[in-house]
């Protein structure tokens, strides 16, 4: 219930005008006071509702947060700061060295499809699926220019107290399976690529 109230407040809100409307209707129909003034409490909730929906931040919300101020990183091609939300060295420089391969013209969140937050975990844990759309321009001579590509981005993710650290990534075609500028957990291209 605080998942729904921190995250869907306008659910929460037609949840308690709908008992307050009706028992307010109850009460025209009754003349009963208590039952008026119960209809009025639950109307009265509904701005703190909004009011506590927009104080909280779940871990959920936190995330998807994140995750488009990454992308922000990227597009203004800061590599710095792309790379800064990534748990370990390893995985850090192999991003750092595909990020350095382009050049980012665009860089959006176009859909997050899950946010699994695992909270049974110590630390917790969230698994991420989602849509991105870059513009992009290799560095070679030979490379491509302009492109826009949509992409496919896995994240798993790690709580370490109140930041959420990249633990693990890996980016797909939309369709299908990894083509040749997807990389597994070496940072390896994908097999048959």
């Not at 060295?97 to 959006?108: M, S, Y």
Request: hydrophobic fraction near 45%; proline fraction near 5%; charge should be negative.
């Amino acid at each position: 219930m605080f998942r729904l109230l921190a995250e869907e407040p306008l659910i929460v809100s037609l949840m308690l005008g709908a008992m307050g409307f009706g028992l307010l209707y109850g009460w025209l129909r009754s003349g009963n006071k208590k039952i008026a003034l119960t209809g009025l409490v639950f109307v009265a909730l509904i701005p703190l509702a909004w009011f506590i929906a927009n104080r909280v931040e779940t871990d959920r919300e936190h995330i998807q947060r994140l995750l488009h101020a990454l992308a922000d990183a990227v597009q203004r091609n800061d590599h710095d700061t792309a790379v800064a939300a990534i748990a370990n060295p390893e995985l850090e420089e192999r991003a750092r060295r595909e990020l350095q391969n382009w050049t980012f013209d665009l860089a959006k969140v176009t859909q997050i499809n899950k946010i699994r937050v695992i909270e049974d975990t110590f630390p917790p844990q969230a698994d991420i699926e989602m849509m991105v759309k870059v513009k992009v321009s290799g560095r070679g001579s030979n490379a491509i220019q302009n492109a826009q590509i949509p992409r496919k981005l896995l994240l798993t993710m790690e709580k370490e107290g109140d930041d959420w650290l990249i633990t693990e990534y890996q980016h797909l075609p939309i369709l299908g399976g990894p083509d040749k500028y997807s990389t597994y957990g070496g940072g390896q291209p994908a097999q048959g690529n």
